[in-house]
């Protein structure tokens, strides 16, 4: 493979880690979550490092994880929905990678959310407003990985396959 590592960026629900994990399956790469490796840090769920720790430090310690993987290779890499806020983090995971933004229509997301409770930023009274509230703050963000996939209509194995002929 070309790319020292596959990063997935894209809002929460849009297929970062299902299509991931295959991905890294189909091309025997390791899959990472960093999400998960958040939470193994911090010993706490995301929603315990919000209301306890606050966002500030959950997007600290989400930066450490940013710098460790970059400099790892041969890694099929889920971002957080949040981590392109920080140009670095995009910086430091797209060095010699290949970038992918996977995107969704918002009451697609919210399908695949709905039961979800470990979200915080969706613990609104009106999840689909709130979706696309942070949607269009982020668009410009998003709209900057230079390859784009609308999961919205795709099954799991064809975003697989469009991922892995890139």
């Given at each position: 493979?070309?790319?020292?590592?596959?990063?997935?960026?894209?809002f929460?629900?849009?297929?970062?880690?299902?299509?991931?994990?295959e991905?890294?399956?189909?091309?025997?790469?390791?899959?990472?979550?960093?999400?998960?490796?958040?939470?193994?840090?911090?010993g706490?769920?995301?929603?315990?490092?919000?209301?306890?720790?606050?966002?500030?430090?959950?997007?600290?310690?989400?930066?450490?994880?940013?710098?460790?993987?970059?400099?790892?290779?041969?890694l099929?890499?889920?971002?957080?929905?949040?981590?392109?806020?920080?140009?670095?983090n995009?910086?430091?995971?797209?060095?010699?990678?290949?970038?992918?933004?996977?995107?969704?229509?918002?009451?697609?997301?919210?399908?695949?959310v709905?039961?979800?409770?470990?979200r915080?930023?969706?613990?609104t009274?009106?999840r689909?407003?709130?979706?696309?509230?942070?949607?269009h703050?982020?668009?410009h963000?998003?709209n900057s990985?230079?390859?784009?996939?609308?999961?919205?209509?795709?099954?799991?194995?064809?975003?697989?396959?469009k991922?892995?002929?890139?």
């Amino acid at each position: 493979m070309a790319y020292k590592n596959i990063v997935l960026f894209g809002f929460m629900g849009t297929g970062k880690t299902c299509i991931g994990k295959e991905v890294a399956r189909k091309l025997d790469m390791t899959f990472v979550d960093m999400d998960d490796l958040v939470v193994g840090r911090a010993g706490k769920t995301i929603p315990q490092i919000f209301s306890e720790d606050g966002e500030n430090h959950f997007r600290a310690l989400e930066r450490q994880v940013v710098v460790d993987l970059s400099r790892q290779s041969g890694l099929v890499i889920a971002t957080g929905g949040g981590v392109i806020k920080n140009a670095e983090n995009v910086s430091d995971l797209g060095c010699d990678g290949l970038e992918i933004c996977l995107t969704a229509k918002p009451d697609i997301i919210l399908g695949r959310v709905e039961d979800d409770t470990s979200r915080p930023l969706l613990n609104t009274d009106d999840r689909l407003v709130t979706i696309k509230a942070l949607l269009h703050a982020r668009e410009h963000l998003y709209n900057s990985i230079p390859n784009q996939i609308d999961t919205s209509e795709m099954t799991v194995d064809e975003a697989v396959e469009k991922i892995v002929t890139m």
